[in-house]
């Protein structure tokens, strides 16, 4: 199994930038299709982002298409979330996933049923 530590939320002015990190352990981190998903107060968990083991293959959610970027560095064992003009409603706790099972070569997945294990979340605040 694997292990994840999500870092780099903090708050944020709206209009700005943050970048999320994920640091993997514990199992081969390659074979893992990952994910960050986010969960404001009273709101169900949105899957925001998603990328093949390779990474060559991503997904991103409407609401945050053409703001936010994920990547992956598997030599380093570390997923990223970049997050541009970030606004309000991108307000929530951050939560990387990882998914392990029979994906295809390019499988990604934004339903929170596909993964396996997950990190604790780190949180975002935008102010207005």
């Known amino acids: 199994q694997v292990q994840l530590v999500e870092s780099g939320g903090g708050s944020v002015q709206a209009g700005g930038s943050l970048r999320l990190s994920c640091a993997a352990s514990?199992?081969?981190?390659?074979?893992?299709?990952m994910a960050w998903f986010r969960q404001a107060p009273g709101k169900e968990r949105e899957g925001v982002a998603s990328?093949?083991?390779?990474?060559?293959?991503?997904t991103d959610a409407d609401s945050v298409k053409g703001r936010f970027t994920i990547s992956r560095d598997n030599a380093k064992n570390t997923l990223y979330l970049q997050m541009n003009s970030l606004k309000p409603e991108d307000s929530a706790m951050y939560y990387c996933?990882?998914?392990?099972?029979?994906?295809?070569?390019?499988?990604?997945?934004?339903?929170?049923?596909?993964?396996?294990?997950w990190g604790q979340g780190t949180q975002v605040t935008v102010s207005s």
């Open positions: 996933a990882g998914g392990r099972g029979s994906w295809p070569y390019s499988g990604v997945s934004l339903n929170s049923n596909d993964y396996n294990y």
């Open positions: 990328i093949s083991r390779v990474g060559g293959t991503t």
């Open positions: 514990g199992d081969s981190y390659s074979r893992y299709v």
